[in-house]
T-cell receptor, first 113, second 114 residues
Framework: AQKVTQAQTEISVVEKEDVTLDCVYETRDTTYYLFWYKQPPSGELVFLIRRNSFDEQNEISGRYSWNFQKSTSSFNFTITASQVVDSAVYFCAQGTSYGKLTFGQGTILTVHP | NAGVTQTPKFRILKIGQSMTLQCTQDMNHNYMYWYRQDPGMGLKLIYYSVGAGITDKGEVPNGYNVSRSTTEDFPLRLELAAPSQTSVYFC?????????????FGSGTQLSVL
Protein backbone atom coordinates (compact mmCIF):
# COMPACT_ATOMS: atom_id res chain seq x y z
CA ALA A 1 0.00 0.00 0.00
CA GLN A 2 1.05 3.53 -0.63
CA LYS A 3 1.74 5.99 2.13
CA VAL A 4 2.68 9.65 2.04
CA THR A 5 4.08 11.44 5.07
CA GLN A 6 4.52 15.16 5.39
CA ALA A 7 6.76 15.75 8.37
CA GLN A 8 5.59 19.26 9.19
CA THR A 9 2.02 19.80 10.30
CA GLU A 10 2.44 23.57 10.49
CA ILE A 11 5.14 26.00 9.47
CA SER A 12 5.22 29.70 10.27
CA VAL A 13 7.66 32.06 8.55
CA VAL A 14 8.12 35.75 8.00
CA GLU A 15 7.83 37.13 4.51
CA LYS A 16 10.94 36.75 2.33
CA GLU A 17 12.17 33.74 4.25
CA ASP A 18 12.82 30.53 2.34
CA VAL A 19 10.80 27.52 3.45
CA THR A 20 11.00 23.82 2.62
CA LEU A 21 8.09 21.41 2.93
CA ASP A 22 9.11 17.80 3.33
CA CYS A 23 7.40 14.80 1.74
CA VAL A 24 8.33 11.15 2.07
CA TYR A 25 6.44 8.39 0.28
CA GLU A 26 6.27 4.61 0.42
CA THR A 27 5.43 2.41 -2.53
CA ARG A 28 6.40 -0.95 -3.98
CA ASP A 29 5.62 0.15 -7.51
CA THR A 30 8.44 0.96 -9.89
CA THR A 31 6.40 3.42 -11.91
CA TYR A 32 4.54 6.08 -10.00
CA TYR A 33 3.76 9.76 -10.03
CA LEU A 34 4.25 12.44 -7.41
CA PHE A 35 2.28 15.64 -7.04
CA TRP A 36 2.09 18.80 -5.00
CA TYR A 37 -1.21 20.62 -4.61
CA LYS A 38 -1.90 23.92 -2.89
CA GLN A 39 -5.12 24.58 -1.00
CA PRO A 40 -5.54 28.29 -0.28
CA PRO A 41 -8.06 29.53 2.30
CA SER A 42 -10.73 29.56 -0.39
CA GLY A 43 -10.60 25.77 -0.34
CA GLU A 44 -9.98 24.75 -3.92
CA LEU A 45 -7.07 22.48 -4.84
CA VAL A 46 -4.50 24.04 -7.12
CA PHE A 47 -2.11 21.82 -9.03
CA LEU A 48 1.55 22.78 -8.65
CA ILE A 49 3.66 20.00 -10.11
CA ARG A 50 3.70 16.39 -11.30
CA ARG A 51 6.84 14.30 -11.36
CA ASN A 52 7.29 10.80 -12.83
CA SER A 53 9.26 8.21 -10.90
CA PHE A 54 11.77 7.76 -13.71
CA ASP A 55 12.55 11.47 -13.93
CA GLU A 56 14.66 12.62 -10.99
CA GLN A 57 15.50 15.96 -12.51
CA ASN A 58 14.77 18.76 -10.10
CA GLU A 59 12.50 21.52 -11.25
CA ILE A 60 12.28 25.23 -10.66
CA SER A 61 9.29 27.39 -11.46
CA GLY A 62 9.74 30.96 -10.38
CA ARG A 63 10.03 31.00 -6.59
CA TYR A 64 9.06 27.33 -6.37
CA SER A 65 11.46 24.42 -6.64
CA TRP A 66 11.16 20.70 -6.10
CA ASN A 67 13.80 18.19 -5.11
CA PHE A 68 13.03 14.57 -5.99
CA GLN A 69 15.36 11.94 -4.52
CA LYS A 70 14.34 8.40 -5.30
CA SER A 71 17.06 6.97 -3.05
CA THR A 72 15.39 8.48 0.00
CA SER A 73 11.81 8.39 -1.37
CA SER A 74 11.49 12.11 -0.87
CA PHE A 75 9.90 14.85 -2.91
CA ASN A 76 10.51 18.13 -1.11
CA PHE A 77 9.13 21.51 -2.04
CA THR A 78 10.91 24.80 -1.45
CA ILE A 79 9.48 28.29 -1.67
CA THR A 80 12.12 30.97 -2.02
CA ALA A 81 11.45 34.47 -0.70
CA SER A 82 8.02 33.52 0.63
CA GLN A 83 5.10 35.88 0.31
CA VAL A 84 1.87 36.28 2.25
CA VAL A 85 -0.04 34.87 -0.74
CA ASP A 86 1.85 31.61 -0.26
CA SER A 87 -0.12 30.99 2.94
CA ALA A 88 -2.08 27.81 2.34
CA VAL A 89 -2.21 24.11 3.05
CA TYR A 90 0.15 22.16 0.82
CA PHE A 91 -0.45 18.52 -0.01
CA CYS A 92 1.98 16.01 -1.37
CA ALA A 93 0.42 13.05 -3.16
CA GLN A 94 1.54 9.85 -4.84
CA GLY A 95 -0.28 7.74 -7.38
CA THR A 96 0.36 4.74 -9.58
CA SER A 97 -2.49 4.73 -12.02
CA TYR A 98 -5.45 6.63 -13.29
CA GLY A 99 -5.74 9.28 -10.59
CA LYS A 100 -5.97 7.06 -7.52
CA LEU A 101 -3.84 9.33 -5.44
CA THR A 102 -2.69 8.85 -1.88
CA PHE A 103 -2.36 12.19 -0.12
CA GLY A 104 -0.26 13.26 2.80
CA GLN A 105 -1.99 14.97 5.70
CA GLY A 106 -0.93 18.40 4.51
CA THR A 107 1.34 21.15 5.80
CA ILE A 108 -0.20 24.42 6.89
CA LEU A 109 2.08 27.24 5.82
CA THR A 110 1.55 30.67 7.31
CA VAL A 111 3.61 33.55 5.97
CA HIS A 112 3.54 36.62 8.16
CA PRO A 113 4.12 40.11 6.73
CA ASN B 1 -14.00 27.10 -18.99
CA ALA B 2 -16.23 25.40 -16.41
CA GLY B 3 -13.96 22.41 -15.68
CA VAL B 4 -15.33 20.33 -12.78
CA THR B 5 -18.50 21.70 -11.21
CA GLN B 6 -19.84 20.53 -7.86
CA THR B 7 -23.17 21.33 -6.27
CA PRO B 8 -24.15 22.23 -3.64
CA LYS B 9 -21.26 24.12 -2.03
CA PHE B 10 -22.64 23.72 1.49
CA ARG B 11 -25.20 21.43 3.05
CA ILE B 12 -26.38 20.51 6.52
CA LEU B 13 -28.07 17.14 6.98
CA LYS B 14 -29.75 15.50 9.89
CA ILE B 15 -28.68 12.02 10.91
CA GLY B 16 -30.42 9.46 8.73
CA GLN B 17 -31.24 11.83 5.86
CA SER B 18 -30.07 11.12 2.37
CA MET B 19 -28.71 13.35 -0.33
CA THR B 20 -26.83 13.37 -3.61
CA LEU B 21 -23.73 15.43 -4.27
CA GLN B 22 -23.61 16.41 -7.91
CA CYS B 23 -20.47 16.51 -10.03
CA THR B 24 -20.17 17.29 -13.72
CA GLN B 25 -17.19 17.95 -15.96
CA ASP B 26 -17.04 19.39 -19.46
CA MET B 27 -13.55 18.24 -20.45
CA ASN B 28 -14.61 14.86 -21.82
CA HIS B 29 -12.47 13.10 -19.22
CA ASN B 30 -12.98 9.38 -18.88
CA TYR B 31 -11.83 9.16 -15.28
CA MET B 32 -13.71 10.70 -12.38
CA TYR B 33 -13.19 10.47 -8.63
CA TRP B 34 -14.72 11.36 -5.32
CA TYR B 35 -12.45 12.28 -2.43
CA ARG B 36 -13.28 13.37 1.10
CA GLN B 37 -11.17 15.65 3.25
CA ASP B 38 -11.60 15.45 7.00
CA PRO B 39 -10.37 18.36 9.14
CA GLY B 40 -6.59 18.46 9.33
CA MET B 41 -6.24 15.46 7.08
CA GLY B 42 -5.35 14.69 3.52
CA LEU B 43 -7.84 13.56 0.92
CA LYS B 44 -9.07 9.99 0.84
CA LEU B 45 -10.55 8.29 -2.21
CA ILE B 46 -14.18 7.20 -1.85
CA TYR B 47 -15.09 5.93 -5.33
CA TYR B 48 -13.78 6.30 -8.82
CA SER B 49 -14.95 5.62 -12.35
CA VAL B 50 -12.95 4.83 -15.46
CA GLY B 51 -15.82 5.50 -17.83
CA ALA B 52 -19.58 5.54 -18.23
CA GLY B 53 -21.12 2.49 -16.61
CA ILE B 54 -17.96 1.52 -14.69
CA THR B 55 -17.33 2.37 -11.05
CA ASP B 56 -15.13 0.96 -8.32
CA LYS B 57 -14.47 1.42 -4.62
CA GLY B 58 -11.67 3.51 -3.26
CA GLU B 59 -10.21 3.57 0.23
CA VAL B 60 -13.31 4.68 2.18
CA PRO B 61 -16.49 3.62 0.27
CA ASN B 62 -18.74 2.60 3.18
CA GLY B 63 -21.91 4.67 3.44
CA TYR B 64 -21.71 5.94 -0.14
CA ASN B 65 -22.90 4.95 -3.57
CA VAL B 66 -22.09 6.25 -7.02
CA SER B 67 -23.30 5.88 -10.58
CA ARG B 68 -21.86 6.92 -13.91
CA SER B 69 -24.51 6.96 -16.61
CA THR B 70 -22.73 9.59 -18.75
CA THR B 71 -19.17 10.69 -19.29
CA GLU B 72 -19.95 14.11 -17.83
CA ASP B 73 -21.72 13.25 -14.56
CA PHE B 74 -20.60 11.36 -11.49
CA PRO B 75 -23.02 11.84 -8.57
CA LEU B 76 -22.23 10.66 -5.04
CA ARG B 77 -25.12 9.37 -2.95
CA LEU B 78 -25.31 9.30 0.85
CA GLU B 79 -28.19 7.05 1.87
CA LEU B 80 -28.25 7.31 5.68
CA ALA B 81 -26.17 10.26 6.74
CA ALA B 82 -24.03 9.82 9.84
CA PRO B 83 -21.92 12.34 11.79
CA SER B 84 -18.79 10.52 10.59
CA GLN B 85 -19.63 11.71 7.09
CA THR B 86 -19.14 15.34 8.05
CA SER B 87 -16.39 16.34 5.67
CA VAL B 88 -15.48 18.33 2.60
CA TYR B 89 -16.09 16.37 -0.57
CA PHE B 90 -14.09 16.91 -3.72
CA CYS B 91 -14.89 15.59 -7.15
CA UNK B 92 -12.05 15.31 -9.65
CA UNK B 93 -11.48 14.16 -13.19
CA UNK B 94 -8.58 13.24 -15.41
CA UNK B 95 -7.72 11.79 -18.78
CA UNK B 96 -6.76 8.16 -18.76
CA UNK B 97 -3.11 8.36 -18.02
CA UNK B 98 -1.40 10.11 -15.12
CA UNK B 99 1.94 10.00 -16.91
CA UNK B 100 1.10 13.23 -18.66
CA UNK B 101 -1.90 14.47 -16.78
CA UNK B 102 -3.04 15.81 -13.48
CA UNK B 103 -6.30 15.67 -11.57
CA UNK B 104 -8.68 18.55 -12.08
CA PHE B 105 -10.63 19.24 -8.89
CA GLY B 106 -13.98 20.84 -8.28
CA SER B 107 -14.33 23.53 -5.62
CA GLY B 108 -15.69 21.15 -3.01
CA THR B 109 -18.90 20.52 -1.07
CA GLN B 110 -18.84 21.15 2.67
CA LEU B 111 -21.22 18.72 4.35
CA SER B 112 -22.21 18.71 8.00
CA VAL B 113 -24.28 15.91 9.51
CA LEU B 114 -25.87 16.85 12.82
Amino acid sequence: AQKVTQAQTEISVVEKEDVTLDCVYETRDTTYYLFWYKQPPSGELVFLIRRNSFDEQNEISGRYSWNFQKSTSSFNFTITASQVVDSAVYFCAQGTSYGKLTFGQGTILTVHP
Amino acid sequence: NAGVTQTPKFRILKIGQSMTLQCTQDMNHNYMYWYRQDPGMGLKLIYYSVGAGITDKGEVPNGYNVSRSTTEDFPLRLELAAPSQTSVYFCASSTRDLSNEKLFFGSGTQLSVL
